[in-house]
């Protein structure tokens, strides 16, 4: 069964600084990968998915992720965080099975 | 148009009762899923509905509990004699899953947060 993993529990930033949340899966065969966003007090979103081609994939609100196949990674990133942005980001792989497994989480939190 | 819903919000039980949790998946969306999210197990797939399929029932930690999907659209989680290990946010999701084939993204509802005291 696959797995993923989240190193970062949780990660406290001051605006403008950069962001890397790491995010390993463990899996042989072909995945698809994605972040999702929980703001406080809402529902789970969509940050960005990884199906296939290009592996630098882009999302909404500034952030990116890179697939490399080779560490099993997808790791997001933003250049300048933002307060708006605290939140918990959680990394998700599916296989053929379609149902999502996830990461344990990695609550953000940006000081203004 | 208009996202996932799920009633009530909110719910408080007292030990050993039944509840049911209601999922209103997006329009025209074939797939259905439910999750949890507690505090010691993150987020964890529960079930799957996909069209007429059988569903996939793989996550269901006991058989306690249950899930439907009537009609290819509503969906009703079923948990028989709570226990407080059963308080968590059970988090219900839908996706398109198009005729072509391969992954579709999941959207999530707002949860419901269950209560066993």
């Known amino acids: 069964a696959q797995s993923v993993s989240q190193h970062n529990h949780h990660v406290i930033l001051s605006e403008a600084a950069s962001l890397e949340l790491g995010c390993n899966y463990s899996y042989g065969g072909t995945v698809n990968l994605f972040w999702y966003v929980q703001y406080p007090g809402q529902h789970l979103q969509l940050l960005l998915k990884?199906?296939?081609?290009?592996?630098l994939v882009k999302g909404i609100k500034g952030f990116e992720a890179e697939f490399i196949k080779s560490k099993f990674s997808f790791n997001l990133r933003k250049p300048s965080v933002q307060w708006s942005d605290t939140a918990e980001y959680f990394c998700a792989v599916t296989t053929g099975r379609r149902a999502l497994t996830f990461g344990s989480g990695t609550r953000l939190q940006v000081q203004p | 148009g208009a996202g996932v819903s799920q009633s009530p919000s909110n719910k408080v039980t007292e030990k050993g009762k039944d509840v049911e949790l209601r999922c209103d998946p997006i329009?025209?969306?074939?797939?259905l899923y439910w999750y949890r999210q507690s505090l010691g197990q993150g987020l964890e797939f529960l079930i799957y509905?996909?069209?007429?399929?059988?569903?996939?029932k793989s996550g269901l930690p006991s058989d306690r509990f249950s899930a439907e999907r009537t009609g290819g659209s509503v969906s009703t989680l079923t948990i028989q004699r709570t226990q407080q290990e059963d308080s968590a946010v059970y988090l219900c999701?839908?996706?398109?899953?198009?005729?072509?084939?391969?992954?579709?993204?999941?959207?999530f509802g707002p949860g419901t947060r269950l209560t066993v005291l």
């Open positions: 999701a839908s996706s398109l899953q198009s005729s072509r084939g391969g992954t579709d993204t999941q959207y």
């Open positions: 990884y199906f296939s081609g290009d592996p």
């Open positions: 509905f996909q069209g007429n399929s059988a569903p996939d």
């Open positions: 329009s025209g969306h074939t797939a």
